[in-house]
Structures are given as structure tokens and as C-alpha cells.
């Protein structure tokens, strides 16, 4: 008899192409490697502004739902943290300094008529940007405080301050994704949809990296 695969092994494994995909845009190459600037940073962080504050709209949306409830966490809420960081980096008027990319405004799109209204989708798209946010995020935090000379201000989209182990966190919620009753053909729509959030990823680099050639 074939062993079952852990719904959550089988994501990771199904996925991992696409994610190599859009960690290797070369927009955050760039910034990973030293080759960008400051302002290449601000950049990402304003798009992420409009990409979380759909993302957790969504999350109180689904607050109370069966399926997408066990992945909520006030732990991960990351719009505060953007706020404060957009703050420290374009001052108190930030927000009328920011603009959607084409990119980040389908995305939201997305975010807002997918993960807002199907249990899977919005699984799929917290999973891709929360459990990203505390694996490689961490290495990009410490790379732009290393770069641009942060403390802790300007980059607090990264800290998450209240997962004591991020590791045991990330552990716990794969445990979460394998106890999730979905049928076969659920679970792939769930896979094709983290695939979805990994392509904006991609071309979203690829508009950031646009917008600068035309600055």
C-alpha cells in the first residue's frame, strides 16, 4: 500500500520550483546582494503595505470560519509593523507617497475575492507570505540592518517579537496544514493557488524592477 505524503510535504515539494522562481527576480537579487539601494527597499515595503492590508482584511473575514480560523494568528499581523516602518522611512505622510504597482493592485485583487471568500485560497496565500515572512525574511532583515544601517526601526515587517520559536511555530502550523480534512482535489486547488501567490511574487520584482529603470 503507497504511504500517504503529509498534505503539508507535498505542498512544499509541489511549490519549490515556483519559489525558487521568485526569491531569484533579479529586483531582489539586487537587494540581497548589495547592488540595490535604499530606496529600492522602500519600494518593497510600500507594496507590501497594500498586499498585507488585503491579506488581513481577508483574515478577519475568515476569523470565524471552521477551516481558516486555526491559521489566524495576532502573532503574524504585519500591517502595524509596515505602518511604522513606512513611517521611519517616508515620515508621517507616507501614505500619500505610495501608489499600487499594476502587479501589487491584482494581487490585492486577488487576495480580496479569493482569500476572502474560499477557505483554501486563503490558506494557501497566508501560508505563502507568513511562512516566507519567518524563514527567509529573517535573512533579508538582516541583510538590509547590515546594508542601511537599521536597529530594529525600518524593519520591523520582519520581527516577529511575539514567536518565541519560529521553528516550533512553523512545525506546529505544517501539523496544522497536514489535520485539514480536504478532499484531493482541494488540496491541489490549494496547491495551485500557493503557486498563484509565488507568480505575483515574480512579477512584482519584475514591476519594482521597471518602475526603477523608469525613475
Known amino acids: 500500500m503507497t504511504a500517504v505524503i503529509p498534505f503539508s510535504q507535498a505542498l512544499r515539494e509541489r511549490t519549490w520550483s515556483g519559489h525558487g522562481d521568485s526569491e531569484g527576480a533579479g529586483f531582489m537579487s539586487d537587494l540581497m546582494t548589495g547592488k540595490g539601494t535604499r530606496e529600492d527597499y522602500i519600494a518593497l515595503v510600500a507594496q507590501h503595505f497594500f498586499i498585507y492590508e488585503a491579506l488581513e482584511a481577508a483574515a478577519q473575514r475568515m476569523a470565524t470560519d ?41 494581487y490585492v485583487d486577488r487576495l480580496t475575492t479569493v482569500a476572502a471568500t474560499w477557505p483554501g485560497g486563503f490558506v494557501a496565500h497566508h501560508y505563502t507570505r507568513y511562512l516566507g515572512d519567518l524563514s527567509g525574511g529573517q535573512v533579508i532583515r538582516t541583510l538590509m540592518q547590515r546594508q542601511f544601517g537599521f536597529e530594529t526601526n525600518g524593519v520591523g515587517f520582519y520581527l516577529f517579537d511575539q514567536i518565541a520559536r519560529p521553528k516550533q511555530f512553523k512545525e506546529t502550523y505544517r501539523e ?20 498563484i501567490a509565488y507568480r505575483f511574487n515574480t512579477e512584482l520584482f519584475e514591476d519594482l524592477s521597471r518602475a526603477k529603470a523608469a525613475a
Open 66 to 106: 471552521p477551516v481558516a480560523a486555526p491559521f489566524i494568528s495576532p502573532q503574524l499581523t504585519r500591517l502595524p509593523a509596515i505602518r511604522l516602518d513606512l513611517a521611519f522611512l517616508l515620515g508621517d505622510d507616507w501614505r500619500q507617497q505610495i501608489t499600487a504597482l499594476p502587479t501589487t493592485q491584482r
Open 176 to 195: 496544522q496544514l497536514d489535520a485539514v480534512d480536504w478532499s484531493a482535489e482541494e488540496r491541489e486547488r490549494v496547491i495551485d493557488e500557493v503557486l
